[in-house]
T-cell receptor, first 112, second 111 residues
Framework: QQQVKQSPQSLIVQKGGISIINCAYE??????FPWYQQFPGKGPALLIA?????SEKKEGRFTISFNKSAKQFSLHIMDSQPGDSATYFCAAVYNQGGKLIFGQGTELSVKP | EAEVAQSPRYKITEKSQAVAFWCDPISGHATLYWYRQILGQGPELLVQ????????DSQLPKDRFSAERLKGVDSTLKIQPAELGDSAMYLC?????????FGPGTRLTVL
């Protein structure tokens, strides 16, 4: 059973546009929601993370929106750049130090 | 910045052979994880260590996979015998204070 569902599977955006990736979770015990960026041949790298007591978190061009009642969260990449082209994974953890559970991933391609 | 080290980066083997992967976590990180990432999917946890003890190996196929972290520092993941379906990226990660750091992975191809 997939505990974290991610969509879309792939996304093509023009340079300067907004990229939006969505995730939904089932387990209300999750208390930490990170997003990871992965380039080909590399391991995932932490991009930004949020806790469920916050509805939005922004770091530079990256924003997480969190809807606790709907059990959904999303990543917005503003002013998308070709260098943002990568695979993005949402994830969830229940009590920090526990198991990190990943979504299926979104392959983002930003066209110049 | 300190990084998680893994070797080898690439491994090609024939089915029924034995393979082993090595991981050196960030110094001082007590928690170490092995994940398997099949192409086009998210990483899935195989085993979690706290120091030298296994905390969670519920998803580790124990008939052919084994993992150890004898001194609570570096770790080895072994597959014997390898099967075609084991072709994947094997990622090692360590964590501290709720932050996970991943190594570059070992890309395994089983022929």
């Amino acid at each position: 059973q997939q505990q974290v569902k991610q969509s879309p599977q792939s996304l093509i955006v023009q340079k300067g546009g907004i990229s939006i990736i969505n995730c939904a979770y089932e387990n209300t015990a999750f208390d930490y929601f990170p997003w990871y960026q992965q380039f080909p041949g590399k391991g995932p790298a932490l991009l930004i993370a949020i806790r469920p007591d916050v509805s939005e978190k922004k770091e530079g061009r990256f924003t997480i929106s969190f809807n606790k009642s709907a059990k959904q969260f999303s990543l917005h990449i503003m002013d998308s750049q070709p260098g943002d082209s990568a695979t993005y994974f949402c994830a969830a953890v229940y009590n920090q130090g526990g198991k990190l559970i990943f979504g299926q991933g979104t392959e983002l391609s930003v066209k110049p | 910045e300190a990084e998680v080290a893994q070797s080898p980066r690439y491994k090609i083997t024939e089915k029924s052979q034995a393979v082993a992967f090595w991981c050196d976590p960030i110094s001082g990180h007590a928690t170490l994880y092995w994940y398997r990432q099949i192409l086009g999917q998210g990483p899935e946890l195989l085993v979690q260590f706290q120091d030298e003890s296994v905390v969670d190996d519920s998803q580790l196929p124990k008939d052919r996979f084994s993992a150890e972290r004898l001194k609570g520092v570096d770790s080895t993941l072994k597959i014997q015998p390898a099967e075609l379906g084991d072709s994947a990226m094997y990622l090692c990660a360590s964590s501290e204070q709720g932050r996970w750091f991943f190594g570059p992975g070992t890309r395994l191809t089983v022929l």
